[in-house]
Nanobody, 118 residues
Framework: QVQLVESGGGLVQAGGSLRVSCVAS????????MAWHRQGPGKQREFVAF???????HYADSVKGRFTISRHSGKNTMYLQMDSLKPEDTAVYYC????????????WGQGTQVTVSS
């Protein structure tokens, strides 16, 4: 089992920045993929970005150039730096974990709310 705890959400004005974090604990595999997804009001959950233990990253087109995903492997912690935020970025942001270099996320966090005001 892997437990994921997100933090750092909040309210920010459009154009502002925010950083959310995810701490993983439990049975962490040496090679894994961690990701951020989000679910806005009245919308389906969507992919935001992922990062592997090898440092490979991938972003959704909607956040490319504005968001930066990173991780501190020694602390099993992942971050999402969000800049130039837009009201449409308002969502609950979820951390996800997959064993290996995979997008089959078996574990999810409870989410952290990010609200961007116009």
């Amino acid at each position: 089992q892997v437990q994921l705890v997100e933090s750092g959400g909040g309210l920010v004005q459009a154009g502002g920045s925010l950083r959310v974090s995810c701490v993983a604990s439990g049975s962490i595999f040496g090679i894994n993929t961690m990701a951020w997804h989000r679910q806005g009001p009245g919308k389906q959950r969507e992919f935001v970005a992922f990062i592997t233990t090898r440092g490979g990253t991938h972003y959704a087109d909607s956040v490319k150039g504005r968001f930066t995903i990173s991780r501190h492997s020694g602390k099993n912690t992942m971050y999402l730096q969000m800049d130039s935020l837009k009201p449409e970025d308002t969502a609950v942001y979820y951390c996800a974990y997959a064993v290996g270099l995979s997008t089959n996320y078996a574990f999810w966090g409870q989410g952290t709310q990010v609200t961007v005001s116009s």
